[in-house]
């Protein structure tokens, strides 16, 4: 405690300070936060709606309020610093600086509104139309967070505190301005293991594993619904709006009264909802009639806008058929968005529909598809440059790769089997030395001498596996322990640099080979990781979106035998290029959805 | 006898469905003709006399027995870049259309009803193929295929809703519901396509749509991997066939879903009882109307014919559907498909 006096009384003889853009940290929250109290001046103030007491080492509760944005809002702490000059505090310990929150909560804070985007089929364009929502609010200066009660998906990644989070609302999250996406906004995560049973993680933790049928009847009415309430409570309290995701279609009537991701989510958050349509496949006015008139009437209510998305041809001619859809429905169109051809990685759709090619590029890359493929976003970045990617599930669709990458699998063991029966494994051998490969998390385990699965743990049944043999290592599935961190490394190999990446896997890995990365952290001495064998073109990584930053490409792509101009990688690292798709889809949404109409259909006013 | 396939989308399976039909009927020795009045696909076929038709009527054809002729897809429109569309009227090019030119509606319909006419005088059923939705307002005073065909020829229709991208429910219930006043009750039957699991799952669900829209569910045809031909532009390249004998193998593909559509129980009795309905009368006893009350979620409306409040419930308690280790469209909802496992 007076270690954080100390600092207060630092900041209050600085003064407002606004936006610290020399600090190596910032933002540490959002973009545009206030920086002048780092350290919290009310601290700890007790305040339900900003913190709660945890468990602390000694067993005493300590109070916590690492998500509370409330002193980094710039009204906030300008207000308090002007009161504090006004009162003539000097000292962190004058009793009256206590008394300044509750007149800055009652002029500053608001519990915030929520929005939710549901859509009339899969593929609708929910994710984006979030991830544009969140972006005009940003822009308009409110503190916006993304929310996705329950998702299935094959994507995740790790939040600064280590919880698992599908990728997606990190993606979201950064286009609120959000600099640490937490499990908040995605507290229930599905991840199938079989087929009907899938581990429900919750908060970012695995919570248990459930059969389909339990999972509806048990989960949902029990804790699902539970989990939902409280999440949506934190984020109202934190955030000026919450933009929620719905999941497949709304109106799903055989599932309806067990769905907690769609329409009982929106009730649960109260939120307004937006029903986005898919313009492509053509009947999309009768999608989005049947959606709304579906909907139970108590329900129905909070569909209060209608996007249709999308269109690849002149939308003006969708406009022609809105009068008798409002007329319809009941209910107004925002806008028709045309299809906006941005570089934003997707939920899942894109591998579940059979996409087999990817891309334009003139240097091909055959990844191949796993049945249990997982996290295959980390490719996404190798768009950047002149490559396209072949999904491989034959041996004959590796004629002519340039390179292949064995990305992540749910599990090793099964996916490595298949891969053998299929033929890919023999091929890759046959291979081994002429093109690169590399292999990420658990197609980095199928490279090595053997997958020891002796106690069953991965494939079922207890047995060693014999691997490519592409590595002298040994991939060991000694206990259910899962590995979840983010990475900060160096490329040991070419010209070097910096590595960003992320580790989410089950098994350990004993390396006997020349490492290719190595990791530093705050709290560790540095280590090595993953393995190369330059003179073979063989490469391996635990780090999920090792490609994520430019280092990395470029020293793969260099083995790749192609033109020197198509291997020459843009300057700019993936994270940029992520930053300037937002724009430019926030951008064309701004430019044809109602704004004005949005933000007073959602509860505010412009 | 003569129906008229629809779908709720394009890609919801029409051409399948039409194909699945013929060769069924034909089978049966009901003597089946495919027709599309207007096709908008760049996949063309070159009949005998040398004319050229959309793809997916040479297979239909084929399913029927029959060599592909002209008549069976009287328009076909060709996208040939830059906004132009190619119109071929009758196997022959016809003229060209520029972007934001208007077609000569009535005339191509003229030229549709013609062949059409020359069909039905020759065959005993003919098995009608839509284009896209009808359920296009924007476009619907325009339409040819769908509800173009349906008014001046007067001929009962199915719709077909793909399940795989979720919201088919509602996509049949609207498409049911947008389709004009004087039309509607010339929809007559539902065909839930590409669901993966166990239909009795949505056995509530289709109660309800039957008894809202006065629509019967003809089938729910399994999600079956065979290679059909791309007809529509945007649908996906996974249906090209290969091979030398792109007709024997084509054949043995819808042999092989006419079997399966038989044990899984679809109800071609029905499509052929909807096919022999001689016209539309004003009082059509299958057609609901459009009021519908609603009441707590409950969806109640009135049947025309006997003036009694129908209720509808939602999940009956117990008797809950639960889709599960369906389709794509489900597996945003965590209803798990049958691939496998996923990370």
């Known amino acids: 405690m007076d270690c954080i006096k100390k600092k207060v009384n630092e900041e209050i003889e600085r003064g407002w300070i606004g936006s610290n853009l020399e600090c190596e940290y910032h933002p540490c929250h959002f973009t545009g936060q206030d920086c002048t109290f780092c350290y919290c001046p009310f601290y700890p103030c007790g305040d339900e709606d900003l913190g709660s007491n945890t468990p602390g080492k000694r067993g005493k509760p300590v109070w916590n309020c690492s998500d509370c944005l409330f002193i980094h809002r710039r009204e906030v702490a300008s207000f308090v610093m002007s009161e504090i000059r006004r009162l003539g505090i000097e000292d962190a310990s004058d009793e009256r600086l206590k008394g300044i929150l509750p007149e800055a909560k009652s002029r500053f804070w608001r519990e915030g509104k929520a929005v939710m985007v549901v859509g009339a089929t899969s593929d609708a364009g929910k994710s984006i139309t979030v991830a544009a929502i969140c972006r005009a609010l940003h822009r308009r200066g409110y503190l916006v967070a993304p929310f996705k009660s329950q998702n299935m998906s094959l994507n995740s990644k790790v939040t600064r505190t280590g919880a698992e989070i599908a990728m997606i609302q990190t993606l979201q999250a950064q286009a609120a301005g959000l600099t640490t996406p937490d499990a908040h906004m995605n507290p229930i995560l599905l991840k199938p293991k079989g087929d009907d049973i899938s581990q429900v993680v919750v908060c970012g933790k695995p919570f248990a594993d459930y059969r389909v049928k339990e999972y509806y009847e048990e989960f949902v009415p029990g804790p699902g619904i539970q989990i939902v309430k409280e999440h949506v409570d934190f984020m109202k309290k934190r955030y000026d709006y919450v933009v929620m995701e719905g999941a497949g279609s709304p109106a799903e009537i055989n599932i309806y009264d067990k769905d907690i991701a769609n329409m009982k989510a929106a009730e649960i958050a109260d939120a307004t909802v937006i029903l986005v349509v898919n313009v492509e496949w053509g009947g999309s006015y009768a999608y989005a009639l049947g959606t709304v008139e579906l909907i139970p009437e108590k329900d129905r209510k909070r569909i209060k806008g209608i996007i249709l998305n999308n269109v690849r041809g002149d939308p003006r001619k969708m406009l022609d058929g809105a009068d008798r859809l409002e007329e319809l429905t009941g209910v107004p169109l925002l806008g028709v968005m045309p299809h906006v051809d941005v570089m934003l990685p997707s939920e899942d759709s894109e591998a579940l529909r059979g996409t087999s090619r990817r891309g334009e590029g003139s240097i091909r890359i055959g990844v191949v598809k796993f049945p249990r493929i997982a996290n295959f976003t980390d490719i996404d970045p190798l768009f950047m440059d002149d490559v396209s990617i072949v999904y491989v599930q034959e041996p004959g669709d590796l004629d002519g790769v340039s390179a292949v990458i064995l990305p992540g699998t749910k599990n090793t063991v099964l996916d490595y089997r298949w891969m053998c029966e299929k033929g890919i494994a023999d091929r890759l051998k046959e291979m081994r030395g002429k093109v690169p490969i590399l292999g990420i998390c658990g197609g980095y385990q199928m490279m090595g001498v053997a997958m020891d699965d002796s106690l069953g743990i991965e494939g079922g049944e207890k047995e060693v596996v014999e691997g490519l043999g592409f590595f002298g290592n040994r991939s060991v599935f000694a206990e259910y322990k899962k590995t979840v961190a983010n990475r900060e490394a160096v490329l040991l190999k070419g010209e070097g640099g910096k590595v960003t990446g992320y580790e989410l896997h089950m098994g350990q890995t004993e390396v006997v080979e020349e490492p290719l990365f190595r990791v530093d952290s705050m709290f560790y001495p540095s280590w090595n990781e993953g393995s190369v064998r330059e003179e073979e073109k063989l490469f391996g990584t635990y780090l999920h979106g090792c490609f994520d930053l430019q280092a990395f490409r470029r020293y793969f792509l260099s083995f790749v035998d192609a033109p020197v101009e198509a291997k020459e990688a843009p300057a700019k690292s993936y994270e940029d290029l992520l930053e300037d798709s937002l724009d430019a889809l926030a951008d064309a949404f701004e430019s044809n959805i109602d704004m004005d109409r949005l933000i007073g259909i959602m509860g505010g006013s412009e | 006898m003569r129906v008229l396939v629809l779908g709720t989308s394009s890609s919801a399976g029409k051409t399948t469905v039409c194909a699945m039909l013929c060769r069924y009927f034909a089978r049966k020795?009901?003597?089946?003709?495919?027709?599309?009045?207007?096709?908008?696909?760049?996949?063309?076929?070159?009949?005998?006399?040398?004319?050229?038709?959309?793809?997916?009527?040479?297979?239909?054809?084929?399913?029927?027995?029959?060599?592909?002729?002209?008549?069976?897809?009287?328009?076909?429109?060709?996208?040939?870049?830059?906004?132009?569309?190619?119109?071929?009227?009758?196997?022959?090019?016809?003229?060209?259309?520029?972007?934001?030119?208007?077609?000569?509606?009535?005339?191509?319909?003229?030229?549709?009803?013609?062949?059409?006419?020359?069909?039905?005088?020759?065959?005993?059923?003919?098995?009608?193929?839509?284009?896209?939705?009808?359920?296009?307002?924007?476009?619907?005073?325009?339409?040819?295929?769908?509800?173009?065909?349906?008014?001046?020829?007067?001929?009962?229709?199915?719709?077909?809703?793909?399940?795989?991208?979720?919201?088919?429910?509602?996509?049949?219930?609207?498409?049911?519901?947008?389709?004009?006043?004087?039309?509607?009750?010339?929809?007559?039957?539902?065909?839930?396509?590409?669901?993966?699991?166990?239909?009795?799952?949505?056995?509530?669900?289709?109660?309800?749509?039957?008894?809202?829209?006065?629509?019967?569910?003809?089938?729910?045809?399994?999600?079956?991997?065979?290679?059909?031909?791309?007809?529509?532009?945007?649908?996906?390249?996974?249906?090209?066939?290969?091979?030398?004998?792109?007709?024997?193998?084509?054949?043995?593909?819808?042999?092989?879903?006419?079997?399966?559509?038989?044990?899984?129980?679809?109800?071609?009795?029905?499509?052929?009882?909807?096919?022999?309905?001689?016209?539309?009368?004003?009082r059509d006893p299958h057609g609901a109307d459009l009021r519908i009350l609603r009441d707590d979620g409950v969806h109640r409306h009135r049947l025309p014919s006997d003036q009694e409040d129908v209720g509808v419930r939602q999940d009956p308690a117990g008797g809950c559907s639960l889709g599960y280790g369906l389709s794509r469209g489900y597996l945003e909802h965590g209803l798990f498909d049958g691939h496998g496992c996923h990370a």
């Open chain 2, 29 to 282: 020795g009901l003597d089946p003709v495919p027709f599309k009045a207007s096709n908008l696909s760049l996949n063309s076929y070159a009949t005998k006399d040398g004319g050229e038709i959309g793809m997916g009527q040479a297979f239909q054809a084929w399913s029927a027995g029959l060599e592909p002729e002209t008549d069976m897809n009287p328009v076909l429109l060709k996208p040939s870049g830059n906004g132009v569309l190619q119109a071929v009227v009758d196997g022959k090019p016809f003229r060209d259309y520029r972007r934001g030119e208007a077609m000569d509606r009535e005339e191509l319909l003229g030229q549709a009803l013609k062949a059409y006419g020359r069909l039905s005088a020759k065959h005993g059923m003919v098995v009608c193929e839509g284009s896209g939705s009808p359920a296009e307002i924007n476009i619907m005073d325009r339409d040819i295929a769908n509800t173009g065909l349906m008014g001046a020829a007067d001929v009962p229709a199915i719709l077909v809703g793909d399940i795989e991208r979720g919201g088919v429910f509602a996509a049949i219930y609207g498409t049911w519901r947008i389709i004009p006043d004087h039309l509607r009750p010339r929809l007559k039957g539902f065909v839930i396509n590409r669901f993966r699991g166990d239909a009795a799952l949505l056995d509530d669900a289709i109660s309800r749509i039957e008894s809202m829209t006065g629509m019967k569910c003809l089938g729910v045809l399994p999600y079956v991997y065979l290679r059909f031909p791309e007809e529509d532009s945007c649908s996906k390249s996974q249906g090209k066939l290969e091979g030398e004998n792109v007709r024997e193998a084509f054949l043995r593909n819808i042999d092989e879903l006419t079997d399966i559509a038989v044990s899984s129980g679809f109800d071609f009795d029905a499509v052929e009882r909807i096919a022999r309905e001689r016209s539309s009368s004003r």
